[in-house]
């Protein structure tokens, strides 16, 4: 008697949901890996795809993934552009059509990855094959499990930093970080937190007497190098000038790690605020601040006085005058980020139209070393090569930094600014320099330079 099993037809439902799964967060993985960001290497949020469009609720499912790929990507580029709320997101989205062509085919990328997971998902996944979900379900279950919580205080990683988990939700983790995104947007009871912070500028005030105009350069990503062959390339300018007559020069190294407006306020206020809505916590604490002490004051700065509404917060700081993109017609816009070139705002200090001497203080935030330390950016680029560099990045940053300190170098010595002392101080230590690189500087330590006029 010849018995024989019904065949059961393998239904591509139930092994294209893991395929197109593995897909989509290997993809987001391995962006993760070339920026030398964090990221889970499974975000469970596309489950929420794969059940809606399984179910056949197609239009649902396309929002839904509208959605779940903006959040994974915000969820990246938060980790180089913290924002304040999601409309600063759209100021730097104008600088994706001007920026490094690695953005533009990234985006160009994920718009094409994105069109093909759809219709692809829409074409397999066929409507009420709900069960087809049942492996995945069952493999992420394991995962979790083997994964388990590593943070011994019964909080997720998401709640106080960037998720180290094998397996996490990006909406979960970007909702949870009320300094980033849509609890900023929706929730106005964020509490800011304070602790007093070493200042720099601070320290030489209580060193010299109060009367000496100050110069104070903040500088974007100037990190602490391990490698003597960075220090004698970026601060060539300063040791081969006449610098040395006109200063007494002393260097120092200071610990911190945190983000530029977290360091301006390190600077110009003594503390370190553990949160990133600067505005709000000066408007609201009285706290007293270093310009406020002096009686004309000049902050200056390259980039668009929205981003962290930096001329409101300015005026709240105490500065008598702020300068900013806005107050420019530039004949050029540098790219490492947007603004103007940090040239080119020095370069209008030569002019005669600019008085030094009805300043006290002027306060300078460089912007042109961000990352990623655009090829662009660079006037005159010198070869770098003898360095310890894989793929330019380093030669870049090093090559941005020394032909500011060129200019720099030359505004120090023209007589316009012969009663000024300079301060040369890190923000935080230089970003996005890849696993290639992280030996080479400091992970939490800024240098600190102080040039002292000599009295004649």
Request: negative net charge; proline residues 4%; charged residues 20%.
């Amino acid at each position: 008697m010849d018995i024989r099993l019904p065949r059961q037809n393998l239904n591509p439902c139930d092994f294209v949901p893991i395929i197109l799964f593995f897909l989509i967060n290997g993809v987001f993985f391995c962006l993760s890996l070339y920026l030398d960001f964090e990221r889970p290497f499974f975000n469970v949020d596309y489950l929420v795809f794969f059940a809606l469009m399984i179910l056949g609720y197609h239009r649902f499912s396309f929002f839904s993934l509208v959605f779940i790929v903006l959040v994974d990507f915000l969820s990246l580029t938060i980790q180089m552009f913290p924002f304040l709320n999601l409309l600063e997101s759209f100021y730097l989205f104008e600088f994706v059509f001007t920026g490094p062509i690695e953005y533009l085919m990234s985006i160009f990328s994920l718009l094409v990855l994105f069109v093909a997971f759809f219709f692809l998902a829409k074409r397999f996944c066929c409507d009420k094959g709900g069960l087809s979900l049942f492996p995945l379900l069952v493999f992420l279950l394991i995962i979790y499990n083997l994964d388990g919580y590593a943070d011994v205080t019964g909080g997720r990683h998401w709640v106080s930093g960037v998720s180290k988990r094998e397996l996490d939700s990006q909406s979960v983790y970007f909702y949870s970080r009320g300094d980033y995104g849509f609890q900023k947007l929706i929730e106005n009871d964020t509490e800011n937190t304070v602790k007093a912070s070493e200042s720099q500028l601070q320290k030489v005030l209580n060193d010299d007497a109060p009367d000496r105009k100050i110069f104070v350069v903040v500088a974007e990503s100037l990190g602490v190098s391990t490698d003597p062959a960075v220090d004698d390339f970026l601060y060539f300018p300063f040791e081969h000038s006449n610098i040395a007559d006109q200063f007494e020069v002393s260097s120092g190294v200071s610990v911190f790690d945190g983000i530029t407006v977290q360091a301006e306020l390190r600077e110009l206020c003594g503390v370190l605020l553990d949160s990133y809505n600067a505005v709000r916590y000066v408007r609201e604490s009285g706290v007293t601040c270093i310009p406020q002490s002096f009686n004309r004051s000049l902050a200056l700065h390259a980039a668009s006085q929205t981003m962290y509404h930096r001329k409101e917060l300015y005026n709240l700081l105490g500065f008598s005058e702020t300068k900013f993109l806005e107050n420019f017609t530039p004949d050029r816009v540098c790219y490492s980020f947007p603004g103007m070139c940090d040239l080119d705002l020095l370069e209008s200090m030569f002019s005669p139209d600019f008085d030094a001497n009805q300043y006290d203080l002027i306060y300078y935030l460089s912007l042109n070393t961000h990352s990623p330390y655009s090829e662009r950016d660079i006037r005159d680029f010198l070869d770098c090569s003898f360095l310890n560099d894989r793929d330019g990045l380093l030669c870049r940053y090093a090559n941005l930094h020394r032909q500011f300190f060129n200019k720099l170098v030359s505004l120090m010595l023209i007589e316009k600014f012969n009663e000024y002392d300079f301060i040369i101080v890190g923000d935080h230590p230089p970003r996005r320099l890849g696993a290639n690189y992280r030996e080479s500087f400091e992970a939490a330590e800024i240098p600190v330079i102080y040039f002292r006029r000599i009295e004649s």
